[in-house]
């Protein structure tokens, strides 16, 4: 059942397909930071980690952030 509840796609990718327009550009807006910023940002801290011999933690980055509902 849980397995089947989980959609793996990109976190805040479906703006342009929501029904209220501004809704739609508040997630828009939202995911272009992610997706500019913020990933960038991690994948840099991940990496930096890494060649420092320590564990990097890369399930915050949005591609593992599973986009689902909560069963």
């Known amino acids: 059942m849980?397995?089947?509840s989980?959609?793996?796609?990109?976190?805040l990718?479906?703006?342009?397909n929501l029904y209220?327009?501004?809704?739609?550009?508040?997630?828009?807006k939202h995911y272009e930071?992610?997706?500019?910023v913020i990933k960038?940002?991690?994948?840099?801290?991940?990496?930096?980690?890494y060649l420092e011999g320590h564990l990097?933690?890369?399930f915050l980055t949005p591609g593992w952030i599973p986009n689902s509902i909560c069963t």
């Open 20 to 28: 209220d327009k501004r809704a739609g550009a508040v997630t828009s």
């Open 2 to 4: 849980s397995l089947g």
């Open 6 to 11: 989980l959609h793996y796609d990109e976190l």
């Open 13 to 16: 990718d479906y703006g342009p």
């Open 33 to 36: 930071l992610m997706q500019k």
């Open 40 to 49: 960038p940002l991690l994948d840099r801290r991940n990496k930096k980690r």
């Open 56 to 58: 990097a933690y890369p």
